[in-house]
């Protein structure tokens, strides 16, 4: 274990001395994902089965293996 | 010297039939209607014996699987098995050498899955839909499931590998969940839960067991190796979720490998990290989004499920330096399950949603959590177990999973090769090449010999003990240079 948290704390460290230069590209991809999601969701209102309730209920399963 | 892990997966799919009321015959009609076509030869049931316990005995009171033979049952050209099974339809694909070679054809048997709902729904009565979801849960309390086999040294004592590798089985689902709204459990707990890590993890009630379908163990004891018994045994693990994300089932098979191979070489040997409650440990890690809430362990200690699974990430990093990784694939495949290993355990620690490109059970809530982000909907609304289950829906205009940017191991080409392809690397080649070639001469086929009828004299049986014969390089010069069936089995007994 004890390796492990050696090796942890500094990857942490290396991370944190890149922050800086890497933060506004990494709020850039953030946005880049929120808007790719709110593309998604449109997608998904699309094609969910319009009854989900019924959808949900008529899907039952004979246990297998 | 850990052998090979020669691996293959096992998928039981969900299959929902608008208009039918049969599960049995609607996964017949699926199954059929793929293969109508195809030049196929049956299943030979010679070998099977999914009764015999690893442990050497028969619990009493243990109810063996029955081996329905009445059912469809395919082999196909990649040296897969196409079939019902109970109520569903299940493809075993063929056996592979190594994980990624795996995700290449789990990925096949999807695509055999997604032709098979066209072809059965182009002759369908109108008003009649069969659609097929690769999952293990009906989110009523059955499952079905998704199970992996490798090959294991028969000289190893089962009891030493069941203990040792418990700890893996509970804490993997970190990267193999699936994810799942809500609970199927009963207790109080369980009623909080609104979503949960694995599909399956709920369902298992016993350490070590026999059973596949009532009171299923997390090491099943199954003894039924499709090889040589006195070299091989064939170690079949029913505790894992299916996965859609490449990266999941790459690590499930690799991670696995890695750590049998561990056992095998006496690797983990002193390691304490043996769980004093396991069936209580993977329900309580499944619930547990945090992944970091401590189970305990039988020498007093705690920890959480990504401290086991970084402590066997150290270890067989260490393993590999010390010992190699021939047993797993070579380096090449080798160091990548290492190395998405540790990159896949850093995402989840910081954050789930880092790995929404690898893992199911995280993309999937990222998902749902814009979803009630949007709609501003509560857990209890069922557009999110609509939403759950439609993330595994195989048809491309209706799955969920299908638009995410989830991340790829293998070439979709060469997963369309695949479908109809056998592996090079084990025996499942000489299966597949004989079906391809002979189509006509194949009596029937099983996992360790296939039966030739030529049209003159006796059915002829070419056993294939050995999964690591009959490769290509074994056979390939053999098959091109045989143009019959009959001229292939002289050439094989003149040896």
């Known amino acids: ?65 | 010297m850990a052998v090979k892990k020669v691996c293959g997966i096992e998928t039981e799919y969900g299959i929902h039939h608008l208009g039918g009321d049969n599960p049995v015959s609607s996964s017949s009609m699926l199954v059929s209607a793929y293969v109508a076509d195809l030049e196929r030869a049956g299943w030979d049931f010679e070998d099977e014996s999914p009764g015999n316990d690893a442990r050497g005995y028969t619990r009493e009171g243990a109810m063996p699987p029955a081996v329905e033979t009445h059912l469809v049952n395919a082999v196909l050209t990649s040296g897969a098995r196409y079939y019902v099974d109970h109520a569903h339809p299940e493809l075993s694909t063929p056996e592979c050498s190594d994980a990624l070679e795996l995700v290449r054809y789990d990925k096949a048997g999807e695509e055999v899955l997604r032709r098979s709902m066209v072809a059965v729904n182009r002759i369908l009565p109108d008003g009649q839909r069969i659609t097929v979801y690769k999952n293990n849960s009906d989110s009523k309390g059955n499952s079905y499931g998704c199970h992996e086999n490798y090959l294991m040294d028969r000289a190893l004592p089962f009891a030493r590998l069941a203990d040792q590798v418990t700890s893996h089985f509970v804490t993997r689902q970190v990267y193999t969940g699936a994810g799942k709204v809500g609970s199927e459990a009963g207790g109080s707990h369980a009623r909080e839960v609104t979503y949960q890590i694995s599909q399956r993890s709920e369902f298992f009630e016993e350490t070590i067991g026999l059973e596949t379908t009532l009171k299923r163990p997390i090491v099943n004891t199954r003894d039924e190796p499709h090889a040589d018994p006195k070299r091989y045994r064939r170690f079949h693990v029913i505790v894992g979720d299916a996965n859609l994300c490449e990266v999941a089932t790459f690590l499930k098979v690799g991670t696995t490998a890695l750590v049998l191979s561990m056992i095998e070489d006496d690797a983990l040997g002193n390691v304490e990290l043996r769980l004093s409650r396991p069936v209580q440990a993977i329900r309580q890690i499944s619930y547990d989004l945090s992944m970091r809430e401590p189970v305990e362990l039988v020498d007093g200690r705690t920890a959480g499920a990504l401290d086991i699974q970084w402590e066997l990430h150290r270890l067989a990093r260490k393993y590999a330096d010390e010992r190699g990784l021939d047993s797993v694939g070579g380096e090449g495949v080798g160091r990548e399950i290492l190395r998405r290993w540790e990159e896949v355990l850093h995402g989840l620690e910081t954050d789930p949603s880092a790995v929404a490109r690898q893992v199911d059970w995280a993309a999937k809530l990222q998902l749902i959590e814009a979803y009630r982000d949007r709609h501003g909907i509560g857990w209890d609304d069922h557009r999110l177990a609509a939403l759950d289950l439609q993330y595994h829906d195989l048809r491309p205009e209706r799955s969920l999973f299908a638009r995410l940017d989830a991340e790829r191991l293998v070439e979709e080409e060469s997963v369309m090769a695949a479908v109809v392809q056998p592996p090079r690397s084990t025996r499942a080649y000489f299966r597949g090449e004989c079906l391809r070639r002979f189509p006509g001469a194949v009596n029937s086929a099983n996992w360790d010999s296939l039966v030739f009828d030529v049209g003159t004299g006796p059915l002829q049986r070419v056993p294939m003990m050995d999964p690591l014969r009959g490769t290509a390089e074994h056979t390939e010069a053999l098959l091109d240079g045989s143009t019959s069936a009959s001229e292939l089995l002289e050439r094989l007994s003149a040896g």
């Open chain 1, 1 to 65: 274990m004890a390796e492990r948290e050696q090796k942890k704390r500094s990857s942490t460290t290396r991370a944190e001395e890149k922050a800086p230069e890497e933060a506004p590209a990494a709020s850039a991809t953030g946005e880049k994902l929120k808007a790719e999601l709110d593309d998604l969701l449109d997608e998904i209102d699309e094609v969910l089965e319009e009854n989900a309730e019924e959808f949900v209920r008529s899907y039952v399963q004979k246990g297998g293996e």
